[in-house]
């Protein structure tokens, strides 16, 4: 990497010596400060949390003020941060929330259980909810309503009958959308601790809170431990690293919306990436003195946050548009914009990326807040596996095999099917498979 300018902010990488490290998203010694938060919160390695130790570490943590502070807030007390919000917040709130639930809805609709015929009988899969969803909310650096949007109603859509969400020091407007996203439970505490209430459960005065079946939303470094060390016990959604933004564009490009799209990203934190890829050379450094001009007009801390997140940001000139798609399914981002001619043929030849917006309009920053598609996406590379949050994460598909009519278990298609096990049975060595219940399929 080369930056010789001084009025630089974006760092010029060349796609020969552009090199990635793909990180663990968990940091190790996070991990090891997880698990010891994890011990301390359960006294039997079997058992829930114990709540009053829960109250000493979310105090020590900053959590809660005192050891004595309720660990849960109220139905009552969202609903009346709900209702005290103003004209204006309340009806945004109202109208994100109505887009996310329905995307979520349709998710949800587009997967049915089915049936089929197959030799002795019917095949086919059920699609069902879990029963208990736990959501978590950051709430560290700026409050984040969007989140206890997108987790909860995205749950609530999916069928879950029980949803608990976490996030520490939760601000009014926080409060207001765990009431319109209908949580059950919301636990003021954050972190590690967060996560391993919402695994394992706790008794909380005469409150029960359940073990949750699945832990979603994103985190920081301590939530990202927390979640590789209970998965599996439960399951997550998935281990998330800093955000990060990809912007494709050729000379069409407006440098000014691009300019505002890579700093929206880097406000984020200080860890985040704001990455343009182009074949303009021209474009790109019009890009660059548009978000030196842009950010010194961002208010404190998002603006020193931002300079913070551009130093591990970077540019990316290519001779083709083609070399920009490679780059970018090479890096594989949380969020990918498409900003050229014919945009949406450019992005049907992206292969890896966790969400794709699609021309000028299509700002990232309408993903976060509630177009309808789920802000909660795979960084660091995982969208080459994986995609984002959605109902699918708290849908469980099932299949089954039923074969009860006597008559079908006769049928020259069943005895086939049966003879073709026995054969792949004996081919693996395991005869108990070849020889019981044989008698079960033989012609009456």
């Known amino acids: 990497m080369s930056n010789n300018n001084n009025n630089r902010i974006l760092t010029i990488v060349t796609p020969e010596t552009l090199s990635l490290e793909v990180k663990d998203p968990v940091n190790p010694q996070a991990l090891e400060q997880a698990k010891a938060i994890l011990a301390e919160l ?30 849960l807030i109220s139905k009552e007390t969202c609903r009346a941060a709900f209702d005290d919000l103003s004209e204006q917040d309340r009806t945004a709130l109202v109208n994100i929330h109505n887009r996310i639930q329905t995307f979520a809805q349709a998710q949800r609709t587009s997967i049915t259980d089915m049936e089929v015929n197959v030799p002795g009988g019917k095949a086919g899969h059920t ?25 909860a109603i995205t749950a609530r859509a999916a069928g879950v009958d029980t949803v608990v969400l976490a996030t520490p020091r939760p601000a009014p407007i926080t409060l207001a959308a765990a009431h319109l996203a209908g949580a059950d439970y919301l636990l003021c505490v954050g972190g590690a601790q967060a996560i391993a209430t919402m695994a394992y459960g706790m008794d909380y005065s005469s409150v029960k809170i359940p073990k949750c079946d699945v832990i979603v939303g994103p985190g920081n470094q301590w939530v990202t431990a927390a ?5 599996g016990y439960c399951g997550i959604d998935m281990l998330a690293g800093p955000s990060e933004v990809l912007v494709i564009c050729d000379e069409t490009a407006s440098s000014k919306v691009v300019a505002a799209d890579l700093i929206a990203q880097a406000e984020h934190d200080v860890v985040a990436r704001a990455i343009l890829v182009t074949t303009s050379q021209q474009l790109e450094q019009e890009v660059n003195t548009e978000v030196i001009e842009q950010l010194s007009k961002l208010p404190e801390p998002n603006q020193s946050t931002a300079r913070a997140a551009m130093k591990q940001s970077f540019s990316v000139l290519c001779g083709t548009l083609d070399e920009c798609v490679q780059i970018s399914d090479t890096i594989a981002p949380e969020h990918l914009e498409i900003h050229t001619a014919n945009a949406w043929k450019i992005g049907q030849q992206c292969r890896h990326y966790g969400g794709l917006f699609v021309g000028s309009g299509a700002a990232e920053v309408l993903g976060d807040y509630g177009a309808g598609p789920n802000h909660t996406l795979p960084t660091g590379g995982t969208g080459r596996y994986t995609g ?16 009860e009519d006597t008559e079908e278990l006769s049928s020259k298609e069943c005895q ?5 096990t026995i054969t792949m049975a ?9 020889v019981l219940r044989n008698n079960d399929y033989e012609s009456k």
């Open 42 to 71: 359960r006294p039997s390695e079997n058992g829930p949390v114990d709540a009053s130790a829960l109250q000493k570490v979310a105090a020590r943590l900053g959590d809660i003020a005192t050891e004595d502070a309720p660990l």
């Open 127 to 151: 699609v069902s909810p879990c029963t208990a969803a736990g959501c978590y909310a950051p709430g560290g650096r700026y409050p984040l309503p969007s989140s206890v949007l997108m987790t």
């Open 227 to 231: 979640k590789s060390i209970v998965q």
């Open 388 to 403: 984002g949050l959605s109902v699918f994460d708290f849908l469980r598909i099932r299949t089954y095999l039923r074969m």
């Open 416 to 420: 086939d099917m049966v003879q073709d």
């Open 426 to 434: 004996r081919l693996e060595g395991l005869e108990g498979h070849a």
